[in-house]
């Protein structure tokens, strides 16, 4: 298969939906890209098509995207979706200002002088100084 061939996957999980050839991996394999996910495929599970689009070796996604757009075909995205936000819970919120406010108590907090003790002295039952 040439570089360029569109073709539609016959089998596997992208089956029926379109690709185009890549780039020639072997006899039996090539990779391709499209309303597909990129991935090396036998050559037995596609079916090509008449036309041919004006695509590099290993041409990247969006360039892939550029072609099938003015052929007027659909593309899957490869970039995921961004996840919303997970509402933070009413617990964890508490913590949160609890936690922030233990951490200015602790700045707010003025060093106060050690206190000088007087040291006792140890001694032995015979009276002896132990240190």
């Not at 036309?51 to 757009?69: G, T």
């Not at 200015?104 to 007087?118: L, Q, S």
Request: hydrophobic fraction near 35%; charge should be positive.
């Amino acid at each position: 298969m040439e570089i360029g061939r569109v073709c539609i996957k016959l089998a596997g999980r992208d089956a029926g939906n379109v690709a185009v050839v890549v780039d020639n991996v072997d006899d039996k394999f090539v990779l391709i890209d499209g309303n597909v996910r990129r991935r090396k495929c036998n050559v037995m599970h596609l079916e090509p098509l008449d036309e041919v689009l004006k695509i590099k070796k290993n041409a990247p996604h969006a360039d892939v995207v550029s072609e099938f757009k003015k052929l007027k075909l659909d593309i899957w995205n490869t970039k995921p979706k961004k996840k919303a936000e997970k509402p933070v819970s009413k617990r964890m919120q508490y913590k949160k200002v609890a936690k922030e406010a233990s951490v200015k108590k602790k700045e707010n907090k003025t060093e106060k002088p050690v206190k000088e003790t007087k040291k006792k002295e140890l001694r032995n039952k015979n009276g002896k100084k132990a240190f």
